[in-house]
């Protein structure tokens, strides 16, 4: 099992930064992925970021620029840096491990932009 823990969120202005991060504990052993989806109200959770333990990247491309996926040393934590956030932006943020093609989730951590 893998507890994953996020932090970080909460309300910024259009133009503004947050720092999400998320610690995993457990079974972290052979966490091959971590990364962060966010669903907003109404919508499906899609993807935001994803890096894996050799440090390979993967942005949604709408996200490519301002959003930056770190894990420094491949340690279980990951972070999630969103600079000139937009309203659009607004949603609850997951963190996700891959573990043997089995994802774990957080508990999520709001982000709110306002205009």
């Known amino acids: 099992q893998v507890q994953l823990v996020e932090s970080g969120g909460g309300l910024v202005q259009a133009g503004g930064s947050l720092r999400l991060s998320c610690a995993a504990s457990?079974?972290?052993?052979?966490?091959?992925?971590m990364g962060w989806y966010r669903q907003a109200p109404g919508k499906q959770r899609e993807l935001v970021a994803t890096?894996?333990?050799?440090?390979?990247?993967n942005y949604a491309d709408s996200l490519k620029g301002r959003f930056t996926i770190s894990r420094p040393n491949a340690k279980n934590t990951v972070y999630l840096q969103m600079n000139s956030l937009k309203p659009e932006d607004t949603a609850v943020y997951y963190c996700?491990?891959?573990?043997?093609?089995?994802?774990?989730w957080g508990q999520g951590t709001q982000v709110t932009v306002s205009s």
């Open positions: 996700n491990a891959n573990q043997y093609g089995y994802n774990y």
């Open positions: 890096i894996t333990t050799g440090g390979s990247t």
């Open positions: 457990g079974s972290i052993f052979s966490i091959n992925a």
